[in-house]
């Protein structure tokens, strides 16, 4: 089994509507990312997490929030999604020597 | 300047050739350099972390050179499988946890 997972794999959605992407890690790492991906653009990190009472804004965390549910899980949602919010997502975890561990990532359209 | 800056390429080279990338960063202070590799639409997948002292991985060769700011990438004897976009990634000191992306080089692989 993958050891970071994210739900959905893929998604459209309509502007305006809340979305809530979920990501779920077996690895035991108290770090946890939230990117996204747009080509050309390389990875931006949105929000982040260092323990269950730690959250933090990333370089774009406007139009986007999380929830840190448990050291396991960490959500990621568009209160009202619009068209430039269409990317894709990827979740991460860090290591103890600082690396990064990527889930599969959610496809996200808004039309 | 970028914080992170990689040559986009694509770099289109045939099997059995070597190949190398650059990969500079502006803060001095960095602490942890890392390459990731990423298929298209997939997530990215480390590679290999980047030592003071050079490491190697096969025939993966990672270098670092702090008094220029850059890290390298050297592939021997390309295989097909090694087409993919490959990431550079740099921690900074005191702020570890918080990796900067490089955008990526396009590697192509051809018979």
């Known amino acids: 089994d993958a050891d970071v997972t994210q739900t959905p794999r893929n998604r459209i959605t309509k502007t305006g509507k809340r979305i809530m992407l979920e990501c779920s890690q077996t690895?035991?790492?108290?770090?946890m990312y939230w990117y996204r991906q747009d080509p050309g653009l390389g990875l931006r990190l949105i929000y982040y997490?260092?323990?269950?009472?730690?959250?933090n804004k990333g370089e774009i965390s406007d139009g986007y929030s999380v929830s840190r549910q448990a050291q396991a899980k960490f959500s990621l949602s568009l209160e009202s999604a619009i068209p430039n919010q269409t990317a894709l997502y990827f979740c991460?975890?860090?290591?103890?020597?600082?690396?990064?561990?990527f889930g599969p990532g959610t496809r996200l359209t808004v039309t | 300047r970028k914080e992170v800056e990689q040559d986009p390429g694509p770099f289109n080279v045939p099997e059995g050739a070597t190949v190398a990338f650059n990969c500079t960063y502006s803060?001095?202070?960095?602490?942890?350099f890392f390459w990731y590799r990423q298929d298209c639409r997939k997530e990215p997948k480390l590679l290999m972390s980047v030592y003071s002292s050079g490491n190697e991985d096969g025939r993966f060769t990672a270098q670092l050179n702090r008094a220029s700011q850059y890290i390298s990438l050297l592939i021997r004897d390309s295989k097909l499988s090694d087409s993919a976009t490959y990431l550079c990634v740099v921690n900074k000191q005191g702020g570890s946890y918080i990796p900067t992306f490089g955008r990526g080089t396009s590697l192509i692989v051809h018979p």
């Open positions: 997490s260092f323990d269950v009472k730690d959250i």
């Open positions: 991460a975890t860090m290591g103890q020597d600082y690396e990064q561990y």
């Open positions: 803060n001095s202070a960095s602490q942890s």
């Open positions: 690895k035991g790492h108290d770090r």
